[in-house]
């Protein structure tokens, strides 16, 4: 799924300790375990070079889309929690002392199931922030990609913490995030299900990156069969 959005938008940063601990461990990562430039791994995310290098001189902090588009290819790697959690994403290690519990028995089906609820209700109250378009504007058009009445009252209730009665419906999420201009709804349930988040490119890199493995691993077993 592409990450539509901001391309070349980041969010000034004011020098805080956890900010420089951020752009060291993006300079790390690019350096030591993806082994780039600044100009590849700009094109990775999909954002400028001088962008990257602000990032890592600690004048700019990486928006929410490139921090988990950066997870998702580190998965596997113990990198990759760092930047779930740099990016607001709850992890395991986030969850151990939560407020409220994060997860909730279902005494009909006698099973557990992890309630996002309020996790859902953050990430649409900050895609609305972030949006420069009024609530009702957002509204109506998500009424004509979801093809059903939207109001600003029923966006409010979802927005709403005191409203924990209502919940976001997930055929919704598409038309939210094609109006706000921001994929973080549906990215945000797509990583808490365990899965990917992609572009056409890097799966390009991807399918690039087994053709290799299969080609050297061919040229192993030609050097080998000739000893």
């Not at 928006?63 to 607001?88: C, D, I, M, S, W």
């Not at 998500?142 to 709403?160: D, H, I, P, S, W």
């Amino acid at each position: 799924m592409s990450l539509p959005g901001l391309k070349h938008g980041s969010t000034p940063v004011g020098g805080a300790t956890s900010e420089m601990r951020l752009s060291r461990h993006l300079k790390s990562v690019r350096e030591d375990v993806l082994k780039l430039s600044q100009s590849a791994f700009a094109s990775l995310l999909q954002v400028s070079q001088s962008n990257v290098s602000r990032w890592e001189k600690d004048l700019l902090r990486p928006e929410t889309e490139h921090l988990v588009k950066l997870a998702n290819l580190l998965q596997g790697r113990p990198e990759a929690l760092y930047f779930f959690e740099a990016a607001g994403v709850p992890t395991t290690r986030t969850q151990r002392k939560p407020r409220r519990p994060a997860v909730v028995t279902n005494k009909n089906a006698g099973l557990k199931s992890a309630d996002d609820a309020t996790l859902i209700r953050r990430v649409i109250v900050r895609s609305l922030k972030r949006c420069k378009k009024s609530r009702a504007a957002v509204a109506q058009e998500m009424t004509t990609f979801a093809g059903r009445k939207v109001t600003e009252r029923m966006l409010n209730c979802y927005a709403a913490d005191c409203r924990e009665d209502v919940r976001f419906p997930a055929e919704l999420e598409r038309a939210f995030c094609l109006a706000t201009g921001s994929s973080d709804l549906m990215t945000c349930r797509i990583v808490r299900a365990g899965l990917f988040v992609i572009t056409k490119e890097e799966k390009l890199l991807l399918d690039l990156g087994r053709s290799y493995a299969d080609l050297k691993r061919r040229e192993l077993r030609l050097i080998g069969g000739s000893l």
